[in-house]
């Protein structure tokens, strides 16, 4: 059977059936298997796509140096996402419940490491992604009505728009997960729409003006392989850094696996849904780019990276291909897109709150259910939305979140290593999905060398967010002295 990692004891809330998966516990205490093929495709897609493809291309092309290389460093940071998500199928038909990363992590290294995870996760990292993801769809929602440039007031309006999204998040996903369940299909099938005309209008210009002298696609294409900027080398520095920040963009590509104790029949619809759902991304993402590149000269991208302005080469795109309409236009579809993220994001951060809450690790409380033929998490739900609220009254969310960037790789890195620990401590174990052994070790090769990169490049932020897991280990052991070995809300016989 499933054990908690040295101590022999069948994991809390996990029981093992006659194949020797490890399942949802007793009856009562899990959400039920709704989420079909759809719904998984939904969420996954709706949870990937949200600003970062509208904002992030300029900061690309700044780091890589090229627009080739820009172009390829979409597509490497596309394969590390699918290379994880890949690894993280093989870990979700094992382990088929909720929680991800916390109930892999609790499962190959014990409580400790997975206490770590869910203090530094549930607490800053996933409120604080469903904050500034609110945010950023407050400021576009606001945008048009400010055309020039975002005074205070936008700003306190935009934040306001803000709370009022994760409020209705929050709400929906608490009271019924049917509701969120179509909220989240509805806006993933506008999001794809609005990325799928971003596409179409960038290769119709593709197509008319790359053959012609003087156009931003003839110059820029033709010129792909040059530096924009002949003073600095093109290097390899550089286009990790790239692919760092392309991958902000990936960000979500594991929230299925958070949800996975929902999902019907996951052995078949997890594997389907990766295959599906990121590689149509990363195809998206890539198109969007040359869009970008077919319409838009390199200073222009260039000088909103430059600015920081957010979703601004998206803004200058739909100026430039649509015109004065563009400036309406834009702000709506990355609207549209980044609302779809915060619910898939609140969706899947709300069943961490509540995995977490079932083993003990956060307060009993937070397990709790609403009654019914569909029973929603919404203690954990309210505590996540209170949370994010909490933060978007706060000052700079960026830099709280770029404290735990490279927290949030550390994990991906550990997660990963939980599925070699367990093909050696559970080697006997049904594993209805089996990656080849090499893809788990390269994921892990490439996450410590871009945590490596985040630590050179961010050590202050580094050493915050280093500090702030430390404390956990205390909280930890204190909590354990306090009230005891937490035990699950349902316990398993061997």
């Given at each position: ?28 205490t ?19 796509i ?78 604080g ?27 306190y ?16 996903n ?16 506008l ?18 003006d ?112 649509m ?56 203690a ?79 050590t ?21 002295r ?13």
């Amino acid at each position: 059977p499933a054990t908690k990692a040295g101590t022999g004891q069948c994991l809390p809330g996990m029981a093992e059936d006659r194949e020797g998966l490890i399942d949802g516990g007793a009856e009562g205490t899990t959400l039920q298997r709704t989420i079909g093929l759809p719904s998984a495709v939904a969420l996954t897609v709706g949870s990937i796509i949200g600003s970062g493809i509208f904002g992030t291309p300029g900061i690309i092309l700044l780091r890589a140096n090229t627009i080739a290389l820009s172009i390829f460093a979409w597509i490497a940071a596309g394969f590390v996402a699918f290379a994880g998500a890949i690894c993280y199928i093989e870990l979700g038909t094992m382990i088929q419940v909720s929680g991800g990363e916390y109930a892999y992590i609790l499962t190959a290294f014990g409580p400790l490491p997975a206490f770590l995870y869910v203090w530094t996760s549930g607490l800053i990292s996933r409120p604080g992604s469903l904050a500034i993801i609110a945010l950023v769809c407050g400021e576009n929602i606001v945008l048009p009505f400010y055309p020039d440039s975002m005074d205070t007031e936008g700003m306190y309006l935009s934040k306001t728009v803000a709370v009022v999204i994760v409020v209705i998040i929050t709400l929906v996903n608490s009271f019924n997960v049917n509701w969120a369940v179509r909220l989240q299909e509805a806006l993933s099938l506008l999001q794809f729409l609005a990325l799928a005309v971003v596409c179409f209008a960038g290769l119709v210009f593709l197509i008319k003006d790359a053959g012609t002298n003087g156009t931003n696609a003839h110059t820029n294409f033709r010129s792909s392989f040059s530096p924009y900027c002949s003073e600095r080398e093109v290097t390899g520095y550089g286009f990790l850094s790239a692919v760092l920040a392309c991958l902000w963009s990936f960000d979500g590509w594991n929230n299925l696996n958070m949800v996975t104790g929902e999902l019907k029949r996951p052995e078949v619809n997890l594997p389907r849904t990766i295959f599906i759902a990121v590689p149509l991304v990363t195809t998206l993402y890539v198109l969007a780019v040359v869009s970008y590149y077919a319409v838009l000269p390199q200073a222009s991208m260039l000088s909103c990276a430059r600015e920081e302005e957010n979703d601004g080469v998206a803004i200058a795109f739909g100026q430039e291909a649509m015109g004065v309409a563009g400036h309406a236009i834009l702000p709506l579809f990355i609207a549209l897109s980044t609302f779809a993220a915060a619910n898939g994001t609140g969706f899947s951060g709300g069943r961490l709150v509540h995995a977490a809450a079932l083993e003990g690790h956060f307060p009993a409380f937070l397990a709790k259910l609403t009654e019914g033929k569909e029973p929603a998490p919404m203690a954990a739900m309210c505590f996540q939305g209170a949370l994010a609220v909490a933060m978007l009254m706060m000052g700079d969310l960026n830099s709280l979140l770029a404290y735990f960037s490279v927290c949030a790789w550390v994990f991906y890195l550990l997660t990963v290593a939980c599925l070699l620990r367990l093909r050696r401590t559970h080697p006997t174990m049904r594993r209805p999905f089996r990656v080849w052994l090499v893809l788990p070790i390269v994921f892990c090769m490439i996450a410590a060398v871009l945590v490596l990169v985040i630590t050179v490049t961010q050590t202050v932020d580094a050493l915050i967010a280093s500090a702030f897991v430390v404390v956990g280990i205390p909280i930890y052991y204190a909590k354990l002295r306090w009230f005891g070995q937490p035990s699950s809300s349902f316990s398993v016989q061997r």
